[in-house]
């Protein structure tokens, strides 16, 4: 069982910048690809970033592209997500998410959520 806890989150103005953590437990960190998800009350969870395995490639949705940035440090077991030029459309509770592969990295194709982490941005 793979345990992941997001922390970072919270209330910054826009224009701001904030830096989500996840946390994963266990030994297979290293097997998994990483992403964030977000979702904003009476709205879908929708796609955020990707992160290899290797950290070698990443992916973002058009909304946050040039202002987030994911990454990983496979020897701490943590993913990180720096969002920088923060607008108050990216208020929402961010999860972190983590999959088998790269490619799966959707939806349907999750093993393992997080609890969510809320990042509020005011105008």
């Known amino acids: 069982q793979v345990q992941l806890v997001e922390s970072g989150g919270g209330l910054v103005q826009a224009g701001g910048s904030l830096r989500l953590s996840c946390a994963a437990s266990?030994?297979?960190?290293?097997?998994?690809?990483m992403g964030w998800f977000r979702q904003a009350p009476g709205r879908e969870r929708e796609f955020v970033a990707a992160?290899?395995?290797?950290?070698?490639?990443?992916s973002y949705a058009d909304p946050v592209k040039g202002r987030f940035t994911i990454s990983r440090d496979n020897a701490k077991n943590t993913v990180y997500l720096q969002m920088n030029g923060l607008k108050p459309g990216d208020t929402a509770v961010y999860y972190c998410a983590a999959a088998q592969s790269y490619l799966r990295m959707t939806r349907s194709g999750i093993d393992y959520w997080g609890q969510g982490t809320q990042v509020t941005v005011s105008s």
């Open positions: 266990g030994r297979t960190f290293s097997t998994l690809a």
């Open positions: 992160i290899t395995r290797s950290a070698d490639t990443t």
